[in-house]
């Protein structure tokens, strides 16, 4: 008797133990028990500062992160670093190819190093607006940009952006390219982007970021081209009194994969993915032009700068002309596409 009694509690505390445990188990949004792992976080990171913890790249990190864990149930996420903790945009491209890093998103300029398909965006005034722009990147030829990075080790993800980009100006207004020649630009270190300047007359001078404020304090250089973000995140009202909206350029981001990792993954692990990194896009591209525009406005209504809004860009568009009439032959299939997207 003594025996059974024991058995008997012995298997009541088994079963109360296994009654306990369902009880904590994780519950996914349909309300099926789900259970309990471990999230795998992915290091990633960006080049930029922030701005009261704000800026588009920081944004569409925190976006996927939100969207990736919601759609896999916690089993993915993003560790996240900005500053260039990391490196460079060039190094983390570099890293994601070889494997150090499983996922990277940075401008569209930076992956033309590895497949020139991505000088496509950074050719001046191809974009004509956030729609068209919009159009482009969810259409085929959006598709097939990413597409491409296959050949190299990545997987494209999704396009999300940084927004269109402006000049700024120290006391003189520059409101034509007439007035741009001979002027010290400072432009990203981009081959396209130097030779649009350089194509509209100006002196294209590319310089790292953390050096151009000095560089236009000390009149190195006479202006620069950046979102409408940088004109407060990095203090340009301080030495830049004019914002000319010259829209010249489009920047996407793209949401990138390293690709022996994400083959090594399940189908429905694959899918959500990119679910999670096409709805983060979306948010993202809302939340830049938000961040954009009011930067703008503050730089305008606090900080006392100029804006020259009524810029003829029909100028700027021929003066650019040459610039496609040199690579027609190597993109001109491309940019028709393009423009049979305006709405």
């Not at 005034?125 to 050949?151: K, P, R």
């Not at 022996?260 to 399940?266: A, E, I, M, P, Q």
Request: proline share 3%; aromatic share 12%; charged share 20%.
């Amino acid at each position: 008797m003594k025996r059974f009694l024991a058995l008997l509690l012995a298997t009541l505390m088994v079963m109360t133990l296994a009654a306990c445990g369902d009880s904590n188990a994780p519950v996914t949004e349909n309300g099926s028990e789900s259970q309990d792992v471990q999230t795998e976080l992915w290091v990633t990171g960006i080049s930029a500062n922030l701005y009261n913890g704000e800026h588009p790249f920081y944004q569409a990190m925190v976006y996927f992160d939100e969207e990736l864990r919601a759609r896999t149930n916690n089993k993915y996420g993003l560790d996240m670093y900005v500053s260039a903790q990391l490196g460079s945009d060039t190094e983390m491209v570099d890293g994601v190819m070889n494997g150090t890093y499983k996922f990277i998103l940075t401008s569209s300029g930076y992956f033309a190093n590895v497949d020139d398909i991505f000088n496509i965006f950074d050719f001046p005034y191809l974009m004509e607006s956030y729609d068209h722009a919009h159009t482009v990147l969810d259409s085929d030829i959006g598709d097939e940009i990413l597409a491409s990075l296959s050949d190299y080790g990545m997987v494209g993800l999704a396009w999300g952006e940084s927004g269109f980009r402006n000049l700024t100006s120290g006391k003189t207004p520059y409101l034509t390219p007439d007035a741009l020649k001979g002027v010290k630009v400072r432009t990203m270190d981009i081959p396209m982007h130097i030779e649009a300047f350089n194509t509209l007359g100006a002196n294209a001078t590319p310089t790292a970021w953390a050096e151009t404020f000095t560089a236009l304090q000390q009149g190195t250089i006479d202006c620069q081209e950046n979102l409408n973000m940088a004109l407060v995140s990095s203090n340009l009202y301080e030495v830049q009194k004019n914002v000319m909206i010259t829209e010249h350029l489009y920047t996407p981001i793209a949401y990138v994969m390293n690709k022996d990792y994400f083959d090594s993954l399940s189908a429905e692990d694959q899918a959500a993915i990119r679910e999670a990194a096409v709805a983060a896009a979306e948010r993202q591209r809302t939340e830049a032009k938000r961040q954009n525009d009011n930067a703008l406005d503050e730089a305008e209504n606090t900080y006392g700068m100029t804006v020259y809004r009524d810029i003829d860009k029909s100028l700027w568009i021929d003066a650019v002309q040459p610039m496609y009439d040199k690579y027609d032959s190597q993109y001109g299939d491309y940019f028709a596409r393009i423009k049979a997207l305006v709405g």
